[in-house]
């Protein structure tokens, strides 16, 4: 039997008010708490707070720098970006930066790759944004420059979109990052993943939407000449409310500026329920985003009363 995995979906900015420097030191008290038991802590790449959330002069945390910062201070999991916009970076410069991560991590960072949807935080920065399709399209370039850099000496690529000539990356990570593509966009982006991933993350959906995705991407993976059975599906449960009874995990969902397509709430007997019909569905790791952060409540139950109920 596949053991089943478990991440930890970190925030990027506070939703509290608490001052940056405070805000990192949250989230290495709950790492600290969950470096035993947790697989994965990932982090989105965002350079803006969503405006629904806080200000927009809230401080917000790079996603890469970050990330070389906490696996540094935690050895004992892996750290994976959920998931890198590939329009933020040249894709040369993304591969240079995820082989250096790999390298300082000891083998421990995963890409999380995407298209990118958040089109205030593009045109702020003065990046382009496309139409989806282009900024799928670019993605599949992406994904293609960054394996060609990680594997061949010198790498060189024609795009439509991007180019390397001649490129070096010194030294190639070893071993090489999976490289994780989010999304469900059933004609386009889930071609992408049955063509490039090593991992597939879907989040925010009932298990039978996450079935029919799953059913999509494995007639995209038949179309592309690949076994689905090859990539790694991961879910992404984005609003996690558990606590001790079902009364106060539902105060601590109505309190939370998260939304959901489908929260999880309950006790840990319940979540674990909520959660299992997707491990049926052959999903290996599961990324959680507990709700009462800063509070280091929720993970730490999940933790000591889910894990060991899906983990069997």
């Known amino acids: 039997m596949r053991k089943i995995k478990f991440g930890w979906h970190m925030p990027s900015f506070a939703v509290d008010h608490s001052s940056s420097e405070t805000f990192v030191r949250q989230i290495s008290n709950v790492l600290a708490r969950i470096q035993s038991t947790f697989d994965t802590a990932w982090m989105d790449d965002h350079v803006h707070p969503w405006a629904n959330f806080v200000s927009r002069d809230t401080g917000v945390l790079e996603c890469l720098t970050t990330i070389a910062h906490l696996a540094t201070a935690f050895p004992q999991i892996k750290f994976g970006s959920m998931v890198v916009s590939q329009s933020y ?27 990118g949807w958040m089109e205030e935080e593009y045109l702020a920065y003065g990046y382009d944004f496309p139409k989806a399709s282009v900024r799928i399209a670019q993605l599949d370039e992406t994904i293609q420059i960054v394996r ?18 001649e490129a070096y990356c010194e030294p190639k990570p070893d071993p090489l990052p999976p490289i994780m593509v989010g999304g469900g966009g059933e004609q386009l982006t889930l071609r992408v993943v049955a063509k490039h991933a090593d991992w597939w993350n879907f989040h925010q959906n009932s298990p039978a939407t996450y079935a029919h995705k799953l059913n999509v991407l494995r007639a995209h993976c038949e179309a592309v000449g690949r076994d689905c ?13 558990i606590a001790e009874t079902e009364a106060e995990a539902r105060r601590i969902a109505e309190a939370t500026p998260y939304h959901d397509n489908y929260p999880i709430i309950g006790t840990p007997d319940q979540v674990a329920e909520q959660l299992r019909p997707y491990i049926e569905l052959g999903v290996e790791h599961i990324i959680v985003r507990c709700v009462d952060f800063p509070s280091p409540a929720g993970i730490e139950l ?11």
Do not use: C
């Open 89 to 115: 970076r040249n894709p040369g410069l993304l591969a240079k930066m995820a082989a250096n991560l790999q390298l300082v991590s000891g083998g421990r960072f995963i890409l999380g790759l995407g298209a």
């Open 229 to 241: 059975n090859d990539i790694v599906k991961t879910y992404g449960a984005e609003v996690v409310a």
């Open 302 to 312: 999940f933790s000591q009363a889910v894990i060991p109920q899906l983990s069997n």
């Open 148 to 165: 060609k850099l990680w594997t061949q000496t010198p790498a060189s690529f024609e795009g439509e979109y991007y180019q390397l000539r």
